[in-house]
């Protein structure tokens, strides 16, 4: 599984307490607001406002914040238009990482992220520097409780996934950013519903971590999403489900 999926599993894992699920609501309203002002409140019409809003549905925010969201874009309120921002660097063990956020200062985001990785044994790199190593894809991660893993894998290949991924507990599909959707709705016609779904940036290679640079890069982690200005993060670690299990 891709770092991403990796990170979503331990979140599971580790269980969401409802601190963190108000700094994730926070989040995915900055992020509404975003697509919204940036391509109408239009679902049908606004690719990015439907994923997003998708992924506050998935992370049970209440249908009303996300309306208060989608109107807060559109009115386009002073003080309110957030600037994106991609940050590149390295973590524990030379791993890749990948940051996006939404922010109204840059200095202080920039000055946010450098202290998130450099006091995990990370550094923040130069545009470019980690950019090439990963490549826009879709991930739709699913429970397999419950579920038949053999009849959902061949669901997402028929459905048009370029890749499956099974874990323990869960089995993640890949596919091309463009195909996103429409593997989406497939399964989800057919009675697979995903846990979690995004379009993610995919590495082309992955460094093992064990030990304390598993544990250090978990903490890095951890650091980076609690920044209320990094919307997302991606890297190329790799972390076994046994090294996995000692920091659940």
Known sequence: MSGHSKWSTIKR?????????????????????TAARMGGGDLDSNPR???????????????DNIQRAIQKGLGGAEGETYEEMIYEGYGPGG?????EALTDNKNR????????????????????????LFEKRGSL??????????????????????????????????????????????LESGGFVSTEGAITMEPSTTVELVGAEAERMLRLADSLEDLDDVQNFYANFDISEQEMSKFA
């Open 141 to 186: 991660l699913f429970s397999l409780e419950g579920v038949d893993s053999e009849s959902l894998m061949e669901a997402a290949i028929e459905a048009g996934a370029e890749d499956v991924a099974e874990a323990i507990d869960s089995l993640e599909v890949i596919t091309s950013a463009s195909e996103f959707s429409q593997v989406k709705a497939s």
């Open 13 to 33: 894992k580790k269980g969401a307490t409802d601190a963190k699920r108000g700094k994730i609501f926070t989040k995915l309203i900055r992020e509404i607001a």
């Open 95 to 99: 791993t890749a990482i990948l940051i």
């Open 109 to 132: 985001t920039a000055s946010d992220v450098r202290h998130a990785l450099s006091k995990n044994g990370g550094n923040l790199g130069s545009s470019g520097c980690v950019a090439y």
């Open 49 to 63: 406002l439907r994923l997003v809003v998708d992924k506050a549905k998935s992370a049970n925010m209440p249908k």
